[in-house]
């Protein structure tokens, strides 16, 4: 069993709805980040949270929305996407022991498979 | 800015052949990790192993080891007697001293075939 867990698996949605994903991690981590895997690009990172305060936007659009609430769980809400936003989103977590520390091993979930139409 | 290439895309093997995946990376810290990820079909990337840049010592885990050379800056990946099992997309990666922030290559699909 994987310390992340993702839901849902899979999301079909259309451009104009409102979707979320969720991760939540069971691994004692303070630390949470949203990657995307798309078929043209490798693997980016998308956004870091660190103690529940996101640190890292890496200049994502801000149809896709990242929400905190604390450190073991992770939203992205999904609003007016466009086709080219489908993609695997991969959460993932580590644990986080602050600036000019060395960092620890980040462990992902299995992902959620978007298709936007 | 950081910088990994694997250049190979695909690799097709017969199951008990040795089979190594290459990975080059690029950057301009003195301290940063490397890293070896499995995706197999389900999509979760699998952590395989995490190296410093201090440390270059060859590790080997089961059949899997890995070489680790600053001076060509490499980082490659061997498995021993590969299984059907192995078949899978392979990722290389590299960080910062924080860890926060992979660069992934390209990845590498690996076919074991019976």
């Known amino acids: 069993e994987t310390g992340v867990t993702q839901t849902p698996r899979h999301l079909v949605m259309g451009m104009t709805n409102k979707k979320s994903l969720k991760c939540e991690q069971h691994?004692?981590?303070?630390?949470m980040y949203w990657y995307k895997q798309s078929a043209k690009k490798p693997l980016e990172l998308m956004f870091v949270?660190?103690?529940?305060?996101q640190t890292e936007n890496n200049s994502v659009p801000s149809r896709f929305s990242p929400e905190c609430p604390n450190s073991s769980h992770l939203f992205l809400h999904l609003h007016t996407l466009q086709p080219e936003d489908s993609a695997l989103y991969l959460c993932?977590?580590?644990?986080?022991w602050g600036q000019g520390f060395s960092g620890n091993t980040i462990y992902f979930g299995e992902g959620s498979w978007l298709t936007v139409v | 800015a950081q910088k990994v290439t694997q250049a190979q895309t695909e690799i097709s093997v017969v199951e008990k052949e040795d089979v190594t995946l290459d990975c080059v990376y690029e950057t301009r810290d003195t301290t940063y990790y490397l890293f070896w990820y499995k995706q197999p079909p389900s999509g979760e990337l699998v952590f395989l192993i995490r190296?410093?840049?201090?440390?270059?010592q060859n590790e080997i885990s089961g059949r899997y080891s890995w070489n680790f050379q600053k001076s060509t800056s490499s980082f490659n990946f061997t498995i021993t007697a590969s299984q059907v099992v192995d078949s899978a997309v392979y990722f290389c990666?590299?960080?910062?001293?924080?860890?926060?922030?992979?660069?992934f290559g390209q990845g590498t699909r690996l076919t074991i075939n019976p």
């Open positions: 949270y660190n103690f529940k305060e």
């Open positions: 993932a977590s580590s644990q986080y």
């Open positions: 990666a590299l960080s910062d001293q924080g860890a926060q922030k992979l660069v």
């Open positions: 190296r410093n840049s201090f440390d270059e």
């Open positions: 691994l004692g981590h303070n630390a």
